[in-house]
């Protein structure tokens, strides 16, 4: 079973990788691991990609679609993986599915976690941060104890610069242009489209209900 998991920035992905990964027994792959675990291990891909990453650009398609297909090749993905920010252009998407069909995998699963944007500036605009442990608060989901202040130390809640409104803003119209074209491509009729905007246990089954139905539909996966 491969699974593809794209959702905007605040949609609470992250999460929903986790549980997935349990409920199916497969890995959770985000390509910021990959590209760590790559560099780490020293290969030449990932030299390549780490010197990348370091100046602050985008690492080419070319280095990223080589670090997943050696990822992917892993006994630990012989059932199946999920990926978590692969592909994230048309022609990774491209080449992705070419890759599959040479290794004779299946077609993946695609799901889309559908968050209205109201929702996900409310959600982002609501994260503080203590600057002293750098404990991440959210003021609707995970409040401090005492308003302001941090339950570890005491210091004095923040909010980051990245959770300002125009940024979020910014970061969401920059993820549509990435992934509309993306999913087009998949079309529309093979992209499980999930209301991430529920409580994270309803989000964790809608998905796995829109994952059972895709299995069902096409048992090959
Ligand atoms: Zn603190």
């Not at 990453?53 to 080589?66: A, F, Q, R, W, Y």
Request: with cysteine.
């Amino acid at each position: 079973m491969i699974l593809l998991l794209f959702g905007p920035p605040g949609c609470g992905k992250g999460t929903q990788a986790v549980f997935l990964a349990e409920k199916f027994h497969i890995p959770a792959i985000s390509t910021g691991e990959m590209f760590r675990a790559e560099c780490k291990a020293g290969t030449p891909l990932g030299k390549m990609a780490c010197q990348i990453l370091s100046s602050g650009k985008l690492v080419p398609d070319e280095i990223t679609n080589g670090i997943v297909a050696t990822r992917i090749a892993q006994p630990d993905c012989a059932n199946g993986f999920l990926l978590d920010g692969y592909p994230r252009t048309v022609p990774q998407a491209m080449h992705f599915s070419t890759l599959l069909r040479q290794r004779n995998l299946p077609d993946p699963i695609v799901i889309h976690l559908d968050v209205p944007a109201t929702d996900l500036i409310a959600r982002l605009t609501s994260r503080r941060q203590c600057p002293q442990c750098k404990r991440i608060y959210n003021l609707l989901s995970q409040p401090p104890k005492a308003a302001g202040i941090c339950d570890d130390d005491g210091a004095k809640l923040i909010e980051r610069e990245d959770d300002r409104e125009s940024v979020i803003v910014q970061r969401l119209h920059a993820y549509e242009e990435l992934t509309g074209p993306i999913l087009k491509w998949y079309g529309q009729s093979s992209v499980c489209r999930v209301n991430g905007a529920a409580s994270p246990d309803q989000v964790k089954t809608a998905v796995i209900e829109a994952v059972n139905r895709q299995l069902a539909a096409d048992p090959v996966r």
